[in-house]
């Protein structure tokens, strides 16, 4: 996928939601500025377009926005589980960890 591809802008980002999303939600704080490159590479975009521009014409949401999403998804799931274990991981104790001299 480069910006010469035959593909159609539609089948980019077919490939870019189903195939390089799910890899930058692994490793999300280090993807912004990879996120903007490919975007810009697979539409072709000039360097004057701005990143805001192609995230709105694309609908697709900034790094900052799925992490919020993703981090809500998470919530969301251990406030339904039942395990004990997870409730220690939704409610920390507040334990003060402080080296002693």
């Known amino acids: 996928m480069n910006r ?9 980002l077919i490939l870019y939601k189903c195939i390089i999303k799910p890899i930058w939600t692994y490793g999300v704080q280090l993807w912004g500025c ?14 004057y377009v701005s990143n805001r521009t192609l995230h709105n014409d694309l609908q697709v949401p900034y790094v900052t926005d799925e992490i919020r999403r993703l981090a ?8 339904g589980h039942d395990n004990r ?11 003060v960890r402080r080296l002693k001299r």
């Open 85 to 95: 274990l997870i409730e220690e991981i939704r409610n920390p104790p507040n334990v």
């Open 72 to 79: 809500l998804l998470y919530k969301r799931r251990l406030q």
């Open 4 to 12: 010469k591809s035959k593909l159609s802008l539609k089948n980019k």
């Open 34 to 47: 990879a996120k903007s490159r490919v975007l810009r590479t697979i539409t072709n975009a000039p360097w």
